[in-house]
């Protein structure tokens, strides 16, 4: 991936970077180790979520707290105020959230939405993904940090595109230079203007 | 974008630098502003509470800033970094994340000396104490380790100026055994000719000013981390208690793998404040876009002036790895293939006098206390940037009387070698 050298191998295994891309290493590199990943379940590369992302007009957030300290709240004020989104929040014990109402389940909102956003524990994904299916949305976007491996199989077996274990604000940003302001590499090489 | 991960020399010169989507601007812009505007109060209150990205004021991020930043991750393979006023900074503001009164580091004794008396003096008289290992064999540092106080490693990639050479991989062992970071400052082998993460370092540090900016014009220093450590692992439970100034958060609950960079701007830059200034990021940041060709010049010509030094009478030993007679010369090999960096030292026969005589004759090397600029630099550290060490401390660094100190630049390589002959001549008989 670039000069400083490894040993010369014909093996080489695609591994996730830290800035999100991919890329191919040799297999008995340091760094090949050291990303080595016991995960066999391989979500849409960075091009692909931007593409989710661009195409996407709503997105509901499952499990979306009132608690200005939870990272659903994060997110929620992120999407509302740094993009174009119409965003919608889901829960069932909550009765507003960011200003806006809170509605019980999915089947509720007055649209469907183009992307729902999880914020639920891993063995929870299985049902929130029936859920997704039975109202019809396309794609479900499972938060940072919570990884349901059989769940995501089954959901894209129903034909729905998955995302796990990736934050959507920071995705969102990464393309969209909020994370480039904060020092993170974006992985974004670009002669084009920065999209807005 | 293209889905791809681009080659080393065009990220140096691409990297964290999207054309300006206000201007269109193709250079870097520089933003010479000390606080920048907000679109509502709402906006104002989101990006106060770190619920939103966004610029407040240039202590905490500035674009130019920034661009710097991603550049210098991208180049190191981190997740992010932060960028400060000078390189000391970057590793105190690590520290001061790190480590408070009652905790234990374990460091390196071949570092830098203005490393030594930070952590010696300062941090020691806030309450944070540090083993220095005169050993480059990790079960030393292993050894040195207090369970439940130490809280990092800390080493530098390529020391200065005895050349040792640190085995990154067996300190991340020793390190991740005990559920403690590995701290690397690699100043003097920047990302071209070692990138610590590789090989298991979880935090790389960098005084700016050297080759990254590469001419000896703008003081800097950046952090960065690899977004491996799992800093949810109770060695360090502020990442893991509420933070009542920012709303109740919890750095690891809200940011995960971004917690440790996330949490270094928005406390250690808020409260310490030594931010980078924006004019200073633009001179480094175009800097680093010749990197990759300056430090294989600089370390063409550091082979050919070390082998020259190594093969004359008038000099008594050459310390640069890479050189087959250095005790570290296969690490180097693994560690840095392509050479380890173009900062060595050399014993001139005749001891202090002959070293400060050698010195006070050169005539294109000059005489200061830097290293990392396009020319080439001498000095004695006995007596100048490692004089404020004990005579044990010099001992332990390496450093004998007469000891001379070179960064080789990346002048016409006949020049240096001419300037160091005349001025080996005129030491003769001192």
């Known amino acids: 991936m670039s000069d400083t050298a490894v040993a010369d191998d014909s093996s080489t295994e695609t591994v996730t970077l830290a800035n999100g891309l991919t890329c191919a290493i040799p297999a008995s590199s340091p760094l090949a180790k050291l990303l080595k990943s016991q995960r066999t379940w391989v979500g849409p590369g960075a091009k692909e979520r931007l593409g989710i992302l661009r195409k996407a007009k709503s997105i509901a957030i499952v499990g979306a707290s009132p608690n200005p300290a939870r990272s659903s709240y994060f997110v929620g004020t992120y999407l509302q105020q740094s993009s174009d989104y119409r965003v919608y929040f889901v829960n069932p014990n909550a009765s507003e959230i960011l200003g806006q109402p809170a509605y019980p389940d999915l089947a509720s909102l007055p649209e469907v939405p183009d992307i729902v956003d999880v914020f639920r524990k891993a063995s929870d994904i299985p049902s929130v993904i029936d859920d997704v299916l039975a109202i019809g949305a396309s794609t479900v976007w499972v938060q940072l940090g919570i990884w349901n491996e059989e769940a995501a199989v089954y959901g894209e077996s129903q034909g729905l595109t998955v995302v796990m274990d990736r934050c959507i604000k920071v995705e969102h940003a990464r393309f969209h230079g909020g994370l480039h302001l904060m020092g993170f590499d974006t992985g974004v090489i670009s002669s084009r203007r920065q999209v807005r | ?430």
């Open chain 2, 1 to 430: 974008m293209a889905d791809r991960e681009y080659g080393f020399r065009t990220r140096a010169i691409h990297a964290g630098n999207v054309p300006d989507s206000a201007t269109g601007a193709r250079a870097m812009p520089i933003y010479q502003s000390s606080a920048f505007v907000f679109d509502s109060t709402e906006d104002a209150a989101a990006r106060f509470a770190l619920q939103k990205y966004g610029n407040i004021y240039s202590r905490l991020a500035n674009p130019t800033v920034a661009s710097f930043e991603e550049r210098i991750a991208s180049l190191e393979g981190g997740l992010g970094a932060v960028a400060t006023a000078s390189g000391l900074s970057a590793q105190f503001v690590t520290f001061a994340s790190l480590a408070g009164a009652g905790d234990h580091i374990v460091a390196s004794s071949t570092l830098y000396g203005g490393s030594i008396t930070q952590l010696d003096v300062t941090l020691r008289r806030f309450g944070i104490d540090t083993t220095f290992v005169a050993s480059d064999d990790p079960a030393d540092y292993a050894a040195a380790i207090i369970p439940g106080r130490t809280k990092l490693l800390f080493a530098e990639t390529v020391a200065n100026p005895s050349g040792d050479i640190a085995d990154i991989a067996g300190l991340a062992d020793v390190a991740h055994a005990a559920d403690i970071p590995l701290v690397i400052d690699s100043t003097i082998a920047t990302p071209f000719l070692c990138r610590p993460i590789d090989w298991g370092a979880d935090i790389v540090v960098h005084s700016a000013t050297k080759f990254l900016g590469g001419h000896g014009t703008t003081l800097g220093g950046v952090v960065v981390e690899s977004g491996r450590f799992d800093w949810s692992n109770h060695t360090f439970p502020l990442f893991e208690e509420t933070v009542p100034h920012y709303g109740g958060l919890t750095w690891h609950g809200n940011f995960g793998e971004y917690a440790f960079l996330t949490r270094l701007r928005a406390e250690q830059l808020r409260d310490i404040g030594p931010a980078l200034a924006p004019h200073s990021a633009f001179l480094l940041a175009q800097g680093v876009e010749t990197l990759p060709y300056r430090m294989q010049a600089h370390v063409d010509n550091a082979r050919a002036v070390a082998e020259w030094l190594d093969a004359d009478d008038r000099v008594e030993a050459v310390h640069w790895a890479g050189l087959p007679s250095h005790r570290h010369h296969e690490r180097a090999q693994q560690y840095l293939p392509i050479g380890p960096g173009a900062v060595f030292s050399f014993d001139v026969a005749g001891g202090r006098a002959a070293g400060q005589k050698v010195i006070e004759n050169m005539q294109l090397a000059s005489h200061l206390a830097n290293i990392g600029d396009a020319k080439t630099l001498i000095i004695h550290p006995g007596s100048t940037t490692h004089a404020q060490l004990t005579e044990q401390q010099l001992v332990e660094a390496g450093i004998g009387p007469g000891l001379v100190r070179l960064s080789v630049g990346i002048e016409d390589v006949a020049d240096i070698i001419d300037d160091l002959d005349q001025a080996l001549d005129a030491a003769k008989g001192a």
